[in-house]
Each structure stands twice: as C-alpha cells, then as structure tokens.
C-alpha cells in the first residue's frame, strides 16, 4: 500500500475524531435501563438522593456522547440530555406495560421478573424505546446504534422511528423485522419471524410511510410477512402464520392459509 492511501486513513481519522464505540453507547443504555429496572443488575440503592445523583450522571453522560457524536452543539445536547431524562417517567410506564402484556399474553411467563430479566421481546422493545425517544428529539446516529445492538443480541430487529403504542408483546421474537414508518397499536402481539417492511426499496419516498399500519388488538402469527405504507390491519384481526400480505384487512378479520391453498400446493410440486 503506497502512502496515499496512509494519508486518506489519516485525513479521515483526523476529521472524525474519537467516536465512543457502539459498546459504549449501548452500555450507557443498559445503565439507564437496569436503574429503572433492578431486577436485571446487583446494584441496589438506599436512598432517594442515590438515585438521583444517578441519574444526574447519566444526564451528564448523554450529553458527553452527543458532543463525542457530534450530532449538535454542546448547548443543545444538555437540553437533549435534560429532555430525554424529563421523558423517562413516560418511558417507564410504557415499559411497564410492555412487561405486563408480555406476562398476560404468555403461558410459560411465571412472573414480571422472569419477563424483566430473561425475555429478548421485553430486552429488544426497552431499547428501542429508549431509542425512539432520542429519535424523537432528533438525535443523530445513537437511536440506531442502540436498536442495532439489541438486535444483535435478540434477532429482533425495530426501527428507532416507528410509532408503537402501550402494551406491546414479542413472544419468542428470534428474526422479527419492524420497519421505519411502521405505525402499531396498543395490545399488539407478534410472533417470531414477522416482517413489517415496505414494497419498495426505492430511497425517493423515504420520507413517506412505506411500512404498514397494525391497529390495536392484533395478534400475527410466526413468518407472516406483511408489507407497504398503505397496508392496514384492521383492530381486533388475527394473522395466521406464514401469510403474505400487501393489502388491507378489515377490521377483526382472520387471515391464514387455507387447507384447499396447502393442497393446491402440493399438487403444483408434483
């Protein structure tokens, strides 16, 4: 290698600067996430004013990362940083559900603390909404980092910016796909293997919702795969698994592959 290519490497490392690692942004992440859940670590306070100097610090550590990712100004991050933290009782109550329907909606669940401390749904929907929140304060790069992270750990794989209300359940979760402008309900339940993805990989509508619409008590079932902006689950419907779906379903409607569509299948084969 000649010594052009040593001087692009170095240019670039001089522009780019000393970036935390994706490690370190998650680990500030599961430190906000084991304080409001002590189940997961061996830490415990004693005192309010504990907890509080807590959190302070990891108000502090936000900002340092968001100045370390240059997403903004300093000034601007601590306003981020305080914003995010005034958020998290909100974030709390909504994780709060999350362990609720997870625990309601699954017969093997023997308790909350089993949901907290060894359910990759409850793992993978904490980050994210961790992530969603910094997304919706227009942080930079981080949200991603941290739902890719989780990713990684669980197979379950959410955008940072979809919109997914209260009470919501991953049973098994291993390869479930959650797109950007997908827009989900309260007391949705979704199996392993589901996609919620687009039609079109096309970057010209990328502002545009691409991803479906799941509506409040909808149950989808392993493997469905259901795609585009336009496609709306209707509440109250079931969606059995392994269906393709690029339409619209009506309300409390019942989707699954027919005895008569698996013969027909077979016959094709033979």
């Not at 306003?79 to 909100?90: D, H, N, Q, S």
């Not at 910016?161 to 827009?183: L, M, P, Q, R, S």
């Not at 509506?215 to 059995?240: F, M």
């Amino acid at each position: 290698m000649d010594k052009e290519f040593y001087q692009h490497i170095l240019n670039k490392q001089q522009i780019t600067g000393a970036v935390p690692s994706n490690k370190e942004i998650a680990g500030w992440a599961l430190q906000v996430i084991r304080l409001l859940y002590p189940e997961q670590s061996k830490k415990l306070y004693t005192f309010v004013h504990q907890l509080e100097a807590e959190f302070m610090k990891l108000e502090s550590e936000l900002c340092e990362l968001l100045d370390a990712t240059r997403g903004k100004q300093h000034d601007e991050n601590q306003e981020i940083a305080r914003k995010f933290f005034t958020g998290v009782p909100e974030l709390y109550r909504l994780l709060n559900t999350d362990i609720q329907a997870t625990f309601a909606g699954d017969p093997a669940a023997k308790s909350e603390f089993e949901v907290i401390r060894a359910y990759p749904g409850f793992y993978a929907i904490s980050f994210y909404r961790l992530a969603h929140l910094l997304y919706q304060l227009n942080v930079p790069l981080i949200p991603r980092i941290l739902t890719e992270y989780a990713h990684s750990k669980t197979g379950i794989d959410i955008h940072p910016a979809a919109e997914i209300n209260d009470h919501f359940h991953i049973d098994h979760g291993t390869g479930v796909v959650i797109g950007e402008t997908c827009k989900i309900g309260r007391h949705v339940k979704i199996f392993q293997g589901v996609t919620l993805g687009a039609l079109s990989v096309s970057k010209t509508p990328a502002h545009a919702q691409r991803h479906p619409t799941v509506e409040d008590n909808v149950v989808i079932y392993a493997g469905a795969t259901i795609l585009g902006g336009r496609t709306v689950i209707g509440e109250g419907s079931i969606i059995g698994g392994n269906v393709w779906l690029t339409k619209s379903v009506p309300p409390y409607s019942k989707v699954y592959h027919t005895h008569e569509v698996s013969l027909l299948k077979e016959k094709i084969k033979e």
